[in-house]
């Protein structure tokens, strides 16, 4: 069986949720337990029980709505994404994943179609990391990755503790932040954010995997000086030492692989002045790549250069390691599902690896996982000049769709 979502229904809701938090610029601000979180949240609640779908709220946040099955021994079958942005980022990332696993279950309610499986979509709580780290928090909470309590006492940048957040926008839920029941699969539908897609002229991806990465941050303390008086060999400069290991950064992917990756995309300097030599610097590190034995590599590899540059500016320095994920193979099941769904639809697809992390990394450990990708023009997103035309977003959806409809029928 093969449906059609309703695609005038898609873009005007994908337009309703990009209102709130919207920008002036037509992007996003809609970070992780926010005023506009809370907004979001609870207009999805809403189109959820405007559904007749079993809502539940767990104690991390992350909300679910259930269909129920005809079989009620069957495992559900869990489809969603992310509602939270990145600060100025764009209006698909993440939402489209929620907003397709929406309009699934109002086509099937419309159509009166009935599945062997339950069907749960899902909304994940902070999967940004924007505001609060680590990214794919309450995915990770939920899946046993992460600690509740730990992850309670994460702070943001004003030191806002993230379970007091919780509770002001009222998404502390009552219900355990962990798998209440065996779940058959995971779908979830994001854009690329990479150019692959678009450079292939396809118009689905079918992903069959997600790289694996590491992220962190390095400190180095100087010395405060004048910067005019103050010769050059009895400074103790922080920032010389940050930047020395930031191009190290940039190079080190070049000699390890084709798909690695490496950015550093936060700095803070003190006392960040023109006319004082930088007493303290902290920035990050990203690396990712497919193969693990990469990303151990590159991570050593930046200790060392940051221990050398740490020696030649004679800096006291301290290391953290704020994330670190493997790479994950998607299952058999979803993988040929998402085949079969774009084929059957006439679109063009293609196997790609994806090279950003989302919460099906989390989901491998607890079902059969699967993702879709729709096209990203120019690779863009995290910004505001993030687009996926309507023809992608609709393509992608409707792949989805059946996907998951396909897994759901099935008697396994």
């Not at 990145?86 to 993440?94: A, F, K, R, S």
């Not at 000049?385 to 409809?405: G, H, I, P, Q, R």
């Amino acid at each position: 069986m093969r449906i059609q979502l309703d695609r005038e229904r898609f873009i005007e809701t994908m337009r309703e949720q990009a209102e709130i938090g919207g920008t002036e610029d037509g992007g996003l601000h809609r970070l992780a337990l926010s005023d506009e979180d809370k907004r979001i949240r609870d207009w999805f609640a809403d189109r959820m029980e405007a559904e007749g779908l079993e809502v539940r709220v767990d104690e991390f946040g992350n909300m679910f709505g259930r269909r129920e099955g005809t079989d009620p021994d069957a495992d559900p079958v869990l489809v969603g994404s992310h509602l939270d942005s990145q600060p100025y980022g764009g209006i698909y990332d993440g939402a489209m994943g929620v907003i397709s696993a929406l309009e699934l279950v109002r086509t099937l309610n419309e159509e009166g179609i009935e599945t062997t499986h339950p069907i749960e979509i899902v909304n994940w709580t902070n999967e940004e990391g924007s505001r609060f780290q680590p990214a794919m928090q309450g995915s990770g909470v939920w899946a046993g990755a992460h600690d509740l309590e730990e992850e309670y006492a994460t702070t943001d940048a004003d030191g806002v503790e993230f379970e007091a957040e919780l509770e002001r926008i009222g998404y502390k839920g009552d219900v355990p932040a962990e798998p209440t029941t065996e779940y058959e699969a995971y779908l979830e539908l994001h854009i690329e954010q990479g150019p692959s897609l678009e450079l292939e002229g396809k118009d689905v991806g079918v992903v069959t995997g997600i790289v694996g990465f590491t992220w962190g941050a390095i400190t180095y303390y100087g010395e405060a000086d004048h910067s005019g008086p103050t010769p050059m060999h009895y400074r103790s400069d922080a920032l010389v030492a940050a930047a020395d290991v930031i191009t190290q950064i940039r190079r080190i992917p070049s000699t390890l692989g084709d798909r690695t990756v490496g950015t550093t995309g936060y700095i803070d300097a003190e006392p960040n002045s023109i006319n004082i030599i930088p007493s303290e610097v902290t920035f990050t590190w990203g690396f990712r790549d497919p193969d693990d034995a990469v990303v151990e590599e590159a991570f050593a590899r930046v200790l060392d250069e940051a221990e050398a540059a740490a020696d030649r500016e004679g800096l006291d320095w301290e290391w953290e390691e704020r994330m670190r994920a493997p790479s994950v193979d998607f299952a058999d099941q979803c993988i040929d599902a998402v085949d079969a769904a774009a084929a059957d639809l006439g679109y063009d697809s293609m196997h790609i690896f994806s090279g950003a992390g989302h919460d099906a990394t989390h989901l491998t450990e607890i079902c059969d996982t699967g993702m879709v990708f729709a096209v990203s023009e120019d690779g863009k997103s995290h910004t505001e000049a993030e687009y996926t035309s309507w023809d992608d977003c609709y393509a992608s959806a409707n792949t989805l769709a059946n996907a998951a409809l396909d897994i759901a029928e099935s008697d396994s």
